[in-house]
């Protein structure tokens, strides 16, 4: 079953512009995990957030967590294009290790 | 280091054959181990996971099965492929507790392996 929906489904904009991602979910969580995925490749592990905290950096990427929303955002400054890919959210639920993913926000960064 | 493979990396194939992904890690020991389906433009949806030899959970009823016959190794099979069956497969591994945080399991994604059924 799908857990996350990330908002947009599809993101254009100009290299240099910040991007941001929405994610939205339904269960109680222990941690929230964003990956990208470049086409027709595997996904590769960005950031991860655990439930009680409310912000992480890492380089570019800003993600924060509102649990009383039961959402998250992915904020990327100053976008390049290498950046275009697709993003997804993932969550990790209390009682195991299984992590279920939404459904992508496909990013494009135009030169 | 751990690396993970994956293969066939393509794979097209009739309605009604058998299939067979397979799926190794290197360098580390008793990972879990997973296999998610991406449809086109659609999210991950898992298949099977598993936290030993032997152990293996199903997440969705299918004509698809895993198996587990050695500690690194994960394979995907199905004796008859179904049209709906194509899809892009991933492999992953996970250690829990990876980097000290408690209950979180971060994933290392294999390249994939795309499946065509005709």
């Known amino acids: 079953s799908q857990q996350g929906e990330e908002d947009p489904q599809a993101l254009s904009i100009q290299e240099g512009e910040n991007a941001t991602m929405n994610c939205s979910y339904k269960?109680?969580?222990?941690?929230l995990q964003w990956y990208r995925q470049n086409s027709g490749r595997g996904l590769v592990h960005l950031i991860l957030?655990?439930?009680?905290?409310r912000e992480k950096h890492s380089g570019r990427l800003r993600v924060t967590l509102d649990t009383s929303k039961k959402s998250s955002s992915l904020l990327i400054t100053a976008s390049r294009a290498a950046d275009t890919a697709s993003y997804f959210c993932?969550?990790?639920?209390?009682?195991?290790?299984?992590?279920?993913f939404g459904q992508g926000t496909e990013l494009s960064v135009k030169p | 280091s751990q690396t993970i493979h994956q293969w066939p990396a393509t794979l097209v194939q009739p309605v009604g054959s058998p299939l067979s992904l397979e799926c190794t890690v290197e360098?580390?020991?008793?990972?879990?181990l997973y296999w998610y389906r991406q449809a086109a433009g659609r999210g991950l949806q898992l298949l099977f996971y598993?936290?030993?030899?032997?152990?293996i959970s199903s997440e969705v009823p299918q004509n698809l099965s895993a198996s587990r016959p050695q500690d690194r190794q994960f394979i995907l099979s199905s004796k008859k492929l179904l049209l709906s069956d194509s899809g892009f497969y991933l492999c992953?591994?996970?250690?829990?507790?990876?980097?000290?945080?408690?209950?979180?399991?971060?994933?290392?994604f294999g390249a994939g392996s795309r499946l065509t059924v005709l």
């Open positions: 992953a591994w996970s250690v829990t507790r990876d980097r000290g945080f408690s209950g979180a399991n971060v994933l290392t």
């Open positions: 269960t109680s969580i222990n941690n």
């Open positions: 957030i655990r439930s009680n905290e």
């Open positions: 993932a969550t990790g639920s209390h009682w195991g290790g299984k992590l279920i």
């Open positions: 360098g580390t020991s008793n990972p879990n």
């Open positions: 598993s936290v030993g030899i032997g152990q």
